[in-house]
């Protein structure tokens, strides 16, 4: 490893190994060939359905398009993996390329999340309180529609704001073009990324809580004589709202914490060795959210079309079946 002292910042070259050139390549070649079709197949059911009645298809189709971005955007990551030892960092060919996969990948990401915060949201509505005309609003397809311009809007501009500040730190760079790079940046950039990572990991913690209150109500009312009657429907619904969970937490929750902790150290530390240790995580758990883009369209289209999405009533103590376009 070479430790490069340069002004007051420190810069650490990390050497990549096998797990760059060799596991993570075709673990990346994995999620391609998945989540390629898998999300294509996925957009084009969405979007044959009604999209005017039904607030849910609208995230459910920006959620597949994010995927599908987030899929056509890997092979960029992979060749950089690859061959990013044979460009220089200043170069235009290193420049455009990581461009391609921090606007790609991280502004998917953000619109991934919003997307799926909105989907839990609305699975509660549609399953706790589907009585409240105001909160049915998340339903509604036109206020779905402006969720998402939003949620594009902001995941682009906070893309944005570090990638310009990037670009410009490697048009000066003297080093070998590796995504994977070990820098210690200033102290506003560290503060700035500590900042979005908390934002975002407070947003996953709201996608847990709705999931949770839909998963309590369902457990509440699982003892009512109608639904026991329902039990296989019942139970295949619960599990379908725990692989929800479930997949979203393991695959993005790693992530977002070591984003946040990985910020704090190097706020207040510059040590290489502990920061190539971080940067060699930080690889695999960037492959761990791309692996979610295979799991989104199995968990949103696959699995609810072979079961009937539910709808509870406690108080009347019945059921009701719906389609899995509703």
């Not at 390329?97 to 509505?125: D, K, P, Q």
């Not at 080093?175 to 500590?194: E, H, Q, R």
């Not at 699982?222 to 026991?228: A, G, R, Y």
Request: some cysteine.
């Amino acid at each position: 490893m070479n430790h490069i002292l340069k002004r007051q910042n420190l810069t650490c070259n990390y050497t990549a190994g096998p797990l760059e050139k060799t596991v993570l390549p075709v673990l990346y070649s994995f999620i391609i060939f998945i989540g390629l079709p898998a999300n294509f197949l996925a957009l084009l059911i969405f979007t044959r359905q009604s999209l005017k009645k039904h607030g849910i298809l609208v995230y459910l189709v920006n959620l597949s398009v994010a995927d599908l971005i987030n899929c056509l955007v890997l092979p960029f990551r992979l060749a950089l993996l690859i061959t990013g030892d044979v460009f220089e960092e200043n170069s235009g060919t290193c420049m455009v390329v990581t461009a391609i996969i921090n606007l790609g990948f991280y502004s998917t990401l953000a619109c991934r999340t919003f997307c799926i915060i909105f989907i839990s949201i609305s699975r509660y509505v549609m399953i706790v309180r589907y009585h409240n005309n105001k909160l049915n609003a998340f339903n509604d397809a036109t206020f779905a529609k402006y969720i998402c311009i939003v949620s594009w809007t902001l995941g682009i501009l906070i893309v944005s704001i570090p990638l310009i500040h990037i670009l410009k730190q490697m048009s000066t760079s003297e080093f070998m073009c590796y995504s994977v790079k070990v820098y210690k940046g200033t102290p506003a950039t560290s503060i700035l990324f500590l900042f979005i990572s908390t934002v975002f990991f407070l947003f996953l913690m709201v996608f847990i809580v709705f999931y949770v209150f839909i998963i309590m109500y369902l457990i509440k009312v699982s003892k009512s004589s109608t639904v026991q009657q329902n039990q296989g429907l019942q139970v295949r619904t619960q599990f379908i709202i725990f692989s929800a969970i479930a997949t979203f937490i393991a695959c993005h929750l790693p992530y977002y914490s070591y984003q946040i902790t990985s910020s704090i150290y190097r706020i207040v530390h510059n040590d290489c060795q502990r920061l190539e240790q971080l940067q060699r995580a930080k690889v695999v758990l960037l492959w761990l959210v791309s692996f979610n883009s295979c799991l989104d369209p199995i968990l949103y289209y696959i699995i609810p079309k072979r079961s009937s999405r539910v709808k509870f009533n406690a108080d009347q103590q019945s059921i009701t079946e719906k389609s899995p376009e509703t």
